[in-house]
């Protein structure tokens, strides 16, 4: 499974990056991103839990 961020919705609180920071960060750009090389990581239990967390539900996990 693929995770994204939606860019459009992510508001950069930073909370993906601080639960689970080997698969999120916060870029330069304020928003959240998925670190390079980490986006099939989408059916991890940590992944999912951050996207249920997320305060506007910018997380996106897709085939
Ligand atoms: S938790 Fe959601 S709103 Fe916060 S930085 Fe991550 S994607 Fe953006």
Excluded: N
């Excluded at 999120?24 to 928003?31: E, K, M, P, Q, R």
């Excluded at 991103?33 to 951050?50: F, H, K, S, W, Y």
């Amino acid at each position: 499974m693929k995770v994204s961020v939606d860019r459009d919705v992510c508001y950069g609180s930073g909370d993906c990056a601080h639960r689970v920071p080997s698969v999120f960060a916060l870029a330069d750009s304020g928003y959240g991103t998925v670190l390079p090389g980490q986006e099939d990581r989408g059916d991890e239990p940590q992944v999912r839990e951050a996207a249920d967390w997320c305060p506007s539900q910018a997380i996106v996990i897709a085939e």
